[in-house]
Nanobody, 123 residues
């Protein structure tokens, strides 16, 4: 069973960048496709994107395409979310999650979740 811990959140200005990390323990991260999700205040949790086990296949929500990049370092059991050109509407709690399902961005396919990290973008 995997345990996930996110880090790297914070408060930034619009246009800035942040990199979130997700450290996985308990089982090799290479056993999972990994996803990033976010939940803004008063809204449902939505998918940001996902990355396949080997890192060759990625998916991004339209709202972040071209600005966010997901990558993974299986040797160090870590997954990253690089966020560039941040906007106030990117303000949310960001979660990483792991799934044994291949190539899914559906949150109900994800079995293991981190506790979340807050990202706040001010204009």
């Amino acid at each position: 069973q995997a345990q996930l811990v996110e880090s790297g959140g914070g408060s930034v200005q619009a246009g800035d960048s942040l990199r979130l990390s997700c450290a996985v323990s308990g089982r090799s991260v290479s056993s999972y496709d990994m996803g990033w999700f976010r939940q803004a205040p008063g809204k449902e949790r939505d998918s940001v994107g996902a990355i396949s086990r080997g890192g060759r296949v990625t998916y991004y929500a339209d709202s972040v395409k071209g600005r966010f990049t997901i990558s993974r370092d299986n040797a160090n059991n870590t997954v990253y979310l690089q966020m560039n050109s941040l906007k106030p509407e990117d303000t949310a709690v960001y979660y990483c999650a792991a799934t044994e399902v291949f190539h899914s961005a559906r949150q109900w396919d994800y079995n293991y979740w981190g506790q979340g990290t807050q990202v706040t973008v001010s204009s």
